[in-house]
């Protein structure tokens, strides 16, 4: 059973396109992140939801918007894709009682290309 | 401004040698750092951490040390084997609040045969 799961693995999209990328934990985690990992390899947190309660906003174009329906599932939402928003965009989530560790679970990340 | 610096972006050993891979960081409220390790296709995955009240930390063949004056920490992998083959990522992060994970930039480490 993945732990982290996100759907889906590639996606190829045209600018100006609203795309979706959906992520499932089964860990019993109450934390859920999306990070970026850009073309420089740098992985960068764009959201943080706390039992389906935003914790952390990075500096984020507002074209993002995360979605969390219930503490399992964090999805991103992006509208009107610019070529700079390709990127792989990892899903990670932590078990937030106790001190704080930085242990992340990540998934496996989607690709998304924008042309 | 890259808090978290990663400046040796590749790596290439000898399997059964030492591995050393080093990172920085700039922020000095930092006080938990964590090493991941990716291979393609795949997330990052935990490896080790060390906190900031201890200068060393060992689990196997993996052993951390932070210096913490220096604003220094490293990862040596001992002995190295083909499979240590992958992306190591250095992340810092303050404890108490939310877990705000900081990254580097990674370095690839080959463990040549």
């Known amino acids: 059973d993945t732990a982290v799961s996100q759907t889906p693995k590639y996606l190829v999209t045209q600018m100006g396109n609203d795309k979706s990328i959906k992520c499932e934990q089964n860990?019993?985690?109450?934390?859920m992140y999306w990070y970026k990992q850009d073309s420089k390899k740098f992985l960068k947190i764009m959201f943080s939801?706390?039992?389906?309660?935003?914790?952390i906003n990075e500096t984020v174009p507002n074209r993002f918007s995360p979605k969390s329906p219930d503490k399992a599932h964090l999805n991103l939402h992006i509208n009107s894709l610019e070529l700079g928003d390709s990127a792989v965009y990892f899903c990670a989530s932590s078990h937030q009682t106790g001190p704080n560790t930085g242990e992340l679970f990540f998934g496996e990340g989607s690709r998304l290309t924008v042309l | 401004d890259q808090q978290v610096k990663q400046n040796s972006p590749s790596l290439s050993v000898q399997e059964g040698r030492i591995s050393i891979l080093n990172c920085d960081y700039t922020?000095?409220?930092?006080?938990?750092f964590l090493w991941y390790k990716k291979y393609p296709a795949e997330g990052p995955t935990f490896l080790i951490s060390i906190s900031s009240i201890k200068d060393k930390n060992e689990d196997g063949r993996f052993t951390v040390f932070l210096n913490k004056s220096a604003k220094h920490l490293s990862l040596h992998i001992v002995p190295s084997q083909p499979g240590d083959s992958a992306v190591y990522f250095c992340a810092a992060s303050l404890s108490g609040g939310y877990q705000k994970v900081t990254f580097g930039t990674g370095t690839k480490l080959q463990v040549i045969p």
């Open positions: 939801y706390n039992n389906k309660e935003l914790i």
């Open positions: 922020n000095s409220m930092f006080d938990y």
């Open positions: 860990l019993g985690h109450d934390t």
